[in-house]
């Protein structure tokens, strides 16, 4: 179980390292720029499949350290 984990931890950390940075916007919220931090933006093609594959890998992690815990 603990190889599984660390596995998922380790997918986990490349995928979330592969989405687009959000924090261009937020920088520009502290500076006073344009608020497009909050804006409604939809995530088409690539940033959706990494977006649930971020979404299922963390849903994972999380499982499996419940299990593990138990």
């Known amino acids: ?41 939809k995530e088409r093609g690539i940033e959706l499949v990494i977006s649930r594959i971020t979404y299922a890998l963390g849903i994972a992690f999380f499982v499996l350290c419940l299990i593990i815990s138990i």
């Open 1 to 41: 179980m603990e190889i599984a984990v660390l596995i998922i931890s380790v997918l986990l950390i490349a995928i979330v390292l592969l989405q687009s940075g959000k924090a261009e916007a937020a920088s520009q919220i502290i500076q006073g720029g344009s608020s497009a931090l909050f804006s409604n933006r």
